[in-house]
């Protein structure tokens, strides 16, 4: 088969990595990939934006099976694009991938239909919502109703800086469009899990759970960034909470997107707070979460093409998904200064003898030579029989591999290990 992976980072090359451990993939492509992802797909130079390009591609090239990947293309409807071509897709139709594109379709789905989420109030209209932070409870969190990078959600820990959230996304709109309107909620507490799932709008089949570190920092500080590194499986995940979140949760969520006419086939990705009050959804992503699937696919025993075929056949319920029972630990090298000023260009070089997977999400290829060419540049991911030798595999292979600037936390991990000894 011939594929085609739209995207081109950390994310996409984990993914590009699985799909081939199918025998039956002669080819992947990627649009647009990057230097690295170079290494294990043909990259072509079409923007993961480029609807008209993507399609133009694959009927030129005969494409058997596209996985679109990162949520700007799934938003605009690429997939509804290639589908009307004929070209058949791994990833949610525009109307279903509004889960994410819009924050107050989401919360509005979750309210009709019983779906644990924080309570929230919606506004259009910078006065209303100015008028109302001066009495909401605080902290208070503010969301951009749009897509916003990863950024579009302020949390606020005083009237000021709520008035200042507002403003900011409603008055200065420093999201664009993204801030037409509003989500304002109550602020939740309480361990955070990422969930990934396949789905074909009427089976839904959890992948293995894990966790995120988002801040910039080590001990959580510094800014807020597209995620540092992660570690599967999640330990406050339990068994108990798995089954709790199926029931009220996943089944629920895609139930009620079925029945509102807009099935889910694809990956959806469920952002859970595990609060005192039981398990609620922080946000939903309609696509994999990066730097999950780095730590997520490598754990994957089943094969990947497989299941998003199902997905995209209405098969799930009949298709082997499969997990092994061991850990992964993935540590995102990034560049200095990233997720502000930093710079870039600088050769990536790697010592012999790394057995942990390198996955790259930043550089580009000149004369035979790998360059830094984003904030994150490449991700570390070890698997190992436990958590600990996981993450010391990861950091082990961290020191083997060089370029100017590089920066990245040293504690990934350390959260889950001390839950481990609860
Ligand atoms: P999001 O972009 O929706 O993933 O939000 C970014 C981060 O903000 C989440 O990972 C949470 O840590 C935090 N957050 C979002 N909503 C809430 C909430 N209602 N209460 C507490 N923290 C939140
Ligand atoms: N790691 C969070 C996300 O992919 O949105």
């Known amino acids: 088969m011939k594929l085609m992976v739209i995207g081109g980072g950390g994310r996409e090359h984990a993914v590009i990595r699985k799909l081939k451990e199918n025998p ?5 492509y990627a649009l647009p990939g990057n230097g690295g992802i170079a290494a294990d ?9 480029d609807i008209e390009g993507a399609v133009r591609f694959a009927k030129e090239n005969a494409i058997d099976f596209a996985v679109v990947t990162p949520d700007d293309p799934l938003v605009l409807g690429m997939v509804d694009a290639l589908e009307a071509a004929g070209v058949l897709c791994f990833g949610p139709a525009k109307n279903a991938a509004v889960i994410e594109g819009s924050k107050v379709f989401s919360k509005n789905l979750m309210k009709k239909y019983g779906i644990p ?11 209303a919502a100015l008028a109302y932070v001066q009495t909401a409870p605080l902290p208070t969190v503010v969301k951009a109703d749009g897509l916003a990078l990863g950024k579009g959600v302020l949390i606020a820990q005083t009237r000021e800086e709520a008035v200042e959230a507002v403003k900011s996304i409603m008055e200065e709109r420093k999201f664009g469009a993204s801030g037409d309107q509003i989500v304002v909620e109550e602020f939740l507490t309480g361990p955070e899990v990422s969930v990934l799932a396949f789905t074909d709008g009427k089976t839904v089949k959890p992948m293995v759970s894990s966790m995120d570190h988002k801040r910039a920092h080590d001990n959580d500080q510094g800014l807020n960034t597209g995620g540092m590194g992660t570690v599967a499986p999640n330990p406050y995940y339990t068994k108990d909470i798995a089954q709790v979140c199926m029931e009220t949760i996943f089944q629920p969520t895609i139930a009620a997107l079925a029945a509102e006419g807009r099935p889910f086939k694809g990956c ?8 005192p009050d039981g398990p609620k959804v922080i946000e939903y992503n309609c696509r994999f979460g990066d730097p999950e699937t780095q730590v997520v696919l490598p754990l994957m025993e089943s094969d ?24 992964a630990c993935c540590v995102i090298l990034a560049s200095d200064g990233y997720p502000e000023h930093y710079e870039k260009g600088y050769e ?14 930043g550089a580009k290829l000149a004369d035979g030579k790998l360059l830094t060419s984003s904030g994150r540049v490449l991700g570390v991911t070890a698997v190992a029989e ?19 600037n590089a920066f990245y936390r040293r504690d990934i991990g350390a959260r889950a290990l001390q839950a481990l000894k609860k």
């Open 268 to 275: 959806l990705y469920f952002g859970l707070m595990l609060t």
């Open 24 to 28: 039956d993939v002669e080819t992947v």
């Open 304 to 327: 990947l093409l497989t299941a998003m075929l199902a997905c995209r056949n209405g098969t799930l319920d009949k298709t082997d998904v499969r997990f092994a029972a061991k850990h």
């Open 117 to 127: 989420t924080a309570s929230y109030e919606v506004f259009d209209d910078p006065a």
């Open 348 to 361: 990536i070089t790697c010592d012999d003898g790394i057995s942990a997977q390198v996955y790259v999400a």
């Open 41 to 49: 797909a043909v990259c072509v130079d079409v923007g993961a934006k």
């Open 386 to 404: 436990s958590l600990p030798a996981a993450i010391d595999a990861a950091y082990a292979d961290v020191e083997k591999v060089h370029f100017g």
